[in-house]
């Protein structure tokens, strides 16, 4: 079983950048598809982005080509970059992981799940 502990939430204004990191332990996350998901007050948790077991990675429309995510290996972390932030992209930010192969965007095919962080973003 691996557990998830995210970190690298904050405030910023729009247009500003955030670094989050989903740390790992008991388990490495190469071995596992990793991915974020946010969820704003009031809406329905949604993908943003993950990072297959072989490397591969997906990004929601609304975020592509604004955050990219990566893996760590020796640090055992996933990272999720964030650039040219918006109001919209205020949410609680988790991250998930599962030992399927893919690059999984649903949030039911994953089976390990952090506390999440705190993103908001003002305008």
């Known amino acids: 079983q691996v557990q998830l502990v995210e970190s690298g939430g904050g405030l910023v204004q729009a247009g500003g950048s955030l670094k989050l990191s989903c740390a790992a332990s008991g388990r490495t996350l190469s071995g596992y598809c990793t991915g974020w998901f946010r969820q704003a007050p009031g809406k329905e948790r949604e993908f943003v982005a993950a990072?297959?077991?072989?490397?591969?990675?997906y990004s929601g429309d609304s975020v592509k080509g604004r955050f990219t995510i990566s893996r760590d290996s020796i640090k055992n972390t996933v990272s999720l970059e964030m650039n040219s932030l918006k109001p919209e992209d205020t949410a609680v930010y988790y991250c998930?992981?599962?030992?399927?192969?893919?690059?999984?965007?649903?949030?039911?095919?994953?089976?390990?799940w952090g506390q999440g962080t705190q993103v908001t973003v003002s305008s």
């Open positions: 998930a992981a599962s030992l399927r192969w893919g690059v999984l965007t649903t949030r039911g095919l994953y089976d390990y």
């Open positions: 990072i297959g077991r072989s490397g591969n990675t």
